[in-house]
């Protein structure tokens, strides 16, 4: 049962009695399907539909929620919400502080109340209240464990402003509510879902040789196919269009990251497929 303390993250609260009304009304997440003792993925994001803020939302005491972010994001966040709290009942406050993060482990420990993480099909646990349970391994395991499973996050994988939820995955590890009804940005996300037009994805990389930092390109046959995400040794993520990865594949291209060979999958717990034929618009299976 490995256990790492991450500590560059923040956790907002949002308490109140309006609380859940005002997030429901704002974030991807759909409030209603969120559980007890677990957190799910989510994004709050542009009228154009791309995320400025991603983070992991859990409900708290007294009808309060949590929103875990990044620590450098944290203020910017707390600024936005409150431009959008107008006359709702609600308190919006950040703190930085460490969180426990436990991985690849059947059951969690019944001696500490812990988080299940939404993202994951395997047993994967957080934990925000002291005391945390002590770490015997590093940030980067966990990254590696992460990376292995597909799961992107903002900073390493891509940038805020840059991105659709689909292209990251939100629609399929539970921080899209398509049934939830309106929020910011939620007609462009809804188009994309009903169309089928989402041809940027998050894939597993495997490289030849260690893959080279996050941010470099990578293409096939010169043509730039999207970019290399986060990295541990020689496994990674990459945002790519499907499209051109599957013209590359079938044309017998070898895909590259710099002057490294990648082969790239899509991760087997996702329901997308690739395109039929190259330019084909890739959508749900």
């Given at each position: ?7 560059d ?14 997030l ?9 399907a ?18 400025l ?11 309060a ?14 600024r ?17 502080t ?11 420990p ?6 299940t ?39 390493t ?7 659709f939820?689909?292209?990251?995955l ?6 899209v ?27 597993l ?5 260690p ?10 046959n ?10 541990s ?28 060979p ?5 991760p ?18």
């Open positions: 049962m490995p256990v790492a303390h991450l500590e993250r923040a956790i907002l609260t949002v308490s109140g009695p309006d609380a859940e009304h005002f429901q009304n704002l974030i991807t997440t759909d409030l209603s969120l559980r007890e003792h677990a957190v799910l993925p989510g994004a709050l994001l542009s009228p154009q539909g791309k995320i803020f991603d983070f992991l939302v859990s409900r708290a005491e007294d009808g929620f949590r929103l875990e972010c990044r620590a450098d994001i944290a203020d910017d966040l707390v936005r919400l409150t431009l959008y709290r107008l006359r709702a009942k609600v308190d919006i406050a950040a703190a930085t460490p969180v426990a993060v436990v991985w690849d482990d059947a059951n969690a019944e001696d500490r109340p812990l988080l993480d939404g993202r994951f099909k395997d047993a994967v646990f957080r934990r925000y209240d002291p005391p945390l349970p002590a770490a015997d391994s590093a940030p980067a395991d966990w990254d590696a464990y992460r990376i292995g499973h597909g799961i992107a996050e903002s900073g994988d891509y940038a805020l402003g840059d991105a939820p689909h292209d990251v939100l629609d399929q590890i539970g921080g509510g398509f049934k939830k009804g309106c929020y910011v940005g939620q007609e462009v996300v809804s188009r994309m879902q009903h169309r089928g037009t989402a041809r940027r994805r998050v894939l990389v495997r490289g030849e040789h893959l080279p930092a996050p941010g470099t390109e990578v293409s096939a010169g043509r730039a196919v999207g970019t290399l995400g986060s990295v040794g020689k496994d990674g993520l990459a945002v790519v269009r499907i499209d051109r990865v599957k013209d590359a594949m079938d044309r017998g291209e070898a895909v590259m990251a710099a002057d490294v990648v082969v790239l999958t899509i087997e717990w996702a329901t997308f497929t690739w395109p039929d034929s190259a330019g084909a618009e890739a959508g749900n299976a």
